[in-house]
Structures are given as C-alpha cells and as structure tokens.
C-alpha cells in the first residue's frame, strides 16, 4: 500500500516541524514537503501532488481560507485546516468547512507530554480519514446574515436547496409526538452531519441535544451558524435551559450535558464537568445515559460520524430503558468508528445513509407506538 502523501501548509517553522514529526511516526503516512504561505503552499501541491494538506488558517500574504478557495478550484483534495483555539479562529474554521475543508486540527501544541499525545493520535486518524474521503467539494448552503431564522423558512436568502428540504420535511410535521428529546452524538466529521440533519428538521421537533467532541471555543460559533440556517432555535447548552419542542441545544466545549427533572413535567439542563478522566468531555455516553434516564421510553439516541467508542455505552443504556438508537451508515460516514461499535455491538435499531437520517428521526418521532 502505497503511504499517503501530505503537504503542510503553515507560517509558523514550529508548528511545521511539530506536524511533520507526529504524522511520520506513522509508516503509512509521508510528509513529501512543507510551505510557509499560501503562495508557496500552493506551488508545492500543484508539484507534490499530495493525498491531503494540512492548511493554518491564519497565514500573511496569502490566508488559509483564500489557499483553500484556490485549492477547492484548481485541484480538489482533502484538506485539513490547523486552526487557534479562540472564537475568531472557530468563526474561520467553520468557514473553512463550509468551502471544503474534510475536518480540522487544534493549535495547542504547548501541553503537556501526554496531550500531546492524544493530539498526534487524533492528527493521524484524521489525515488516514482524509485521504479515504471524497467529500471535497464546498456546501451547497449559503449563510444567510446573522440575526436567526427563527423558524422562516424565507429568512434563508437564495439557498433553494435548503428551503427544499425544509418544505420536504415540513410535510411530515407531528402535531405532537411521544419523543420528548432527540439526542445526536458525533465527532469526526461531524460538523457537516449535524449541519444536514438540524437544517432539515421543522421548527416543532422534538428538543435536540447535539454533543459534538470540539474544543470550549468552538461550540458556541457552531450553535450560531447552525441557528442561522435552521427553522429550529440553536443555542449552546446553558445551566438551567428549559427542555421545550423547537430547540436545539449544543454541549459546550469541556461540559457534560445531562438533563435534571423537576417535575413531572418539566426538565431542564445540567452541565458538569463530570465524571473526571473522561476521555472526551463532553461525553456522548454521559448524555444519553441521563436522557435515557430521564426520559425513559421517550427518546431518541442518533450516532453519527467520529473516531473511537464514546456513544456505545450510552446506547447501550438507551436500549435498556425502551428508547431507539439509528447509527449513520460507513459510506456516508467521514470515520466509521462511532456508529461501527454501536452496530457490532447490536444496539443500532437501524443503519442510516446521511442524506436518509433527517426524514428517519422524523418518522420516528411522528409515528405513535413507534418505541413501544
């Protein structure tokens, strides 16, 4: 097997240096060559000819968002972007994706020896993931101006696609509905998973929690721009948030988020840092686990997109409690590894292609005595 081939693309000499040595401790991977600009990086790939670039956001002369338009034009490949822990830098990555960018990699390379680690173990799963994926093309979404959509579907300017789908759906929209809260977990991967379902659902499903593996700074943006192009309100998570039909609630960055009854009839939101070591935070097991929990019989668990296990066991208690779990399907899937342990493990009530997933929460949550 041929090893694959990356260019990193990034004006800081550490940081290249610092890739360079974590992706070649892997045999299957060779970093053929190295740019310190966007005008450079760009001569190295057309010359190189790589399988997958890993591209700074934030470079002079030319940024990262202006290479990765003349990449996604010229010479499409699989690119990830390295991008700074701050909102600013969440704001451009997430600008990144939407021009087609597969995924991305955080700059906090000045940890400890042990997270550094972890981050070389995800860099390497995410460039394999790369290079085995197609998805390079930019989303047919166009943002619309902050302010929200607030349910109108006219608010989402020229995107027809996307008031197609709202109307697509819209068709089959519940009156009222047994399923009290739906809850999506993923991670790599992900962002544009959980973008394709929570655009397409109506403005009176169930509540969503949406736990996405993404560093404290990134999930608020994330909440922003989905809220944008949603009929659904998107908020990240907040301490003491009413649990209502209509409302999409994003898991902050380094928080667990679980739900709290306080009354028969109303639940709320509850973040917590525990439990202690887990490996991510927040947790897709810790959220299904307390909304299975919580909501026993009435709620949905949907496993999408990302590396490792976390979502087996929270499926796994799901199941228990009378509750239906979906898990995304490999072809669709940017890593198949989340939805491939709750399958192995026999806990997926069904097997969804991407596109198929939004209409498939739908008529569950639609269809009386669908979890009886």
């Given at each position: 097997m041929c090893p694959i081939r990356v260019v990193i693309i990034d004006d800081s000499a550490f940081m290249r240096r610092a890739i360079s040595q974590m992706l070649s401790a892997d045999p299957e991977i060779h970093v053929v060559g190295s740019a310190r600009d966007g005008h450079e990086g760009l001569?190295?790939?057309?010359?190189?000819?790589?399988?997958?670039v890993?591209?700074?956001?934030?470079?002079?002369?030319?940024?990262?968002?202006?290479?990765?338009?003349?990449?996604?034009q010229e010479m499409p490949l699989p690119v990830l972007m390295v991008s700074s822990l701050t909102t600013e830098?969440?704001?451009?990555?997430?600008?990144?994706?939407?021009?087609?960018?597969?995924?991305?990699?955080?700059?906090?390379?000045?940890?400890?020896?042990?997270?550094?680690?972890?981050?070389?173990?995800?860099?390497?799963?995410?460039?394999?993931?790369?290079?085995?994926?197609?998805?390079?093309?930019?989303?047919?979404?166009?943002?619309?101006?902050a302010g929200g959509v607030q349910g109108r579907v006219g608010d989402h300017g020229s995107s027809s696609q996307f008031i197609g789908q709202v109307r697509d759906v819209q068709q089959l929209r519940p009156m009222r509905s047994q399923v009290?809260?739906?809850?999506?977990?993923?991670?790599?991967?992900?962002?544009?998973?959980?973008?394709?379902?929570?655009?397409?659902?109506?403005?009176?499903?169930?509540?969503?929690?949406?736990?996405q593996h993404m560093p404290p700074a990134f999930t608020g943006v994330?909440?922003?721009?989905?809220?944008?192009?949603?009929?659904?309100?998107?908020?990240e998570a907040s301490a003491g948030a009413v649990i209502r039909p209509g409302l999409v609630l994003i898991a902050p960055g380094g928080k667990n988020l679980q739900v709290l009854r306080r009354t028969p009839l109303e639940a709320v939101v509850s973040?917590?840092?525990?439990?202690?070591g887990?490996?991510?935070?927040?947790?897709?097991?810790?959220?299904?686990k307390s909304a299975a929990a919580a909501f026993p019989g009435r709620c949905l668990g949907v496993i999408l997109t990302g590396m490792g296990s976390d979502g087996r066991e929270g499926a796994r208690e799901m199941r228990r409690r009378g509750c239906k779990v979906l898990a995304q399907d490999e072809k669709s899937c940017v890593v198949y590894g989340m939805p491939r342990v709750?399958?192995?493990?026999?806990?997926?009530?069904?097997?969804?292609?991407?596109?198929?997933?939004?209409?498939e929460i739908l008529g569950l949550v639609q269809t009386p005595g669908a979890f009886n």
């Open positions: 001569e190295k790939v057309r010359s190189l000819k790589p399988h997958v890993t591209l700074d956001v934030e470079m002079p002369r030319l940024g990262g968002l202006e290479t990765l338009k003349f990449l996604m830098g969440a704001a451009a990555t997430f600008e990144a994706l939407d021009l087609g960018a597969v995924d991305f990699i955080p700059k906090n390379l000045g940890l400890a020896a042990l997270d550094i680690l972890k981050i070389q173990r995800e860099l390497i799963v995410k460039v394999k993931a790369a290079a085995r994926s197609c998805k390079v093309q930019p989303s047919p979404v166009d943002f619309p101006p009290a809260l739906v809850t999506i977990g993923a991670s790599t991967g992900g962002p544009k998973a959980v973008r394709t379902i929570v655009s397409a659902l109506p403005a009176d499903t169930p509540c969503v929690f949406v736990v994330f909440a922003e721009r989905l809220n944008r192009l949603s009929a659904l309100e998107v908020q973040l917590s840092s525990e439990p202690v887990s490996l991510y935070c927040p947790s897709v097991d810790v959220t299904f709750v399958v192995e493990a026999g806990l997926a009530d069904k097997v969804v292609p991407l596109e198929l997933m939004p209409k």
